[in-house]
């Protein structure tokens, strides 16, 4: 069964695209694109489109650097 989720914050939106039966390259895949705002990011926006392989490999590193870190730690509002 295809899965298909998005997240949007201020400044970025993420998505997840899964179909567990296709074979085809790319049919999994995560986005994460920049959304222009307040001057950060201006139009085109950039974006960044990996495997679920990479993503789960950007998933570790994170985890590991950012160990136990909550959004609540920074003030950062997401």
Known sequence: MPYSK???TKRFSFGITRNPTAKKAGSNRVTIA???VDGHYSFP???LTMSIKEATALQGFLNNELGGYTPLDSGVEL
């Open 45 to 47: 926006t950039t974006g």
């Open 6 to 8: 998005s997240k949007s």
């Open 34 to 36: 920049t959304n222009p």
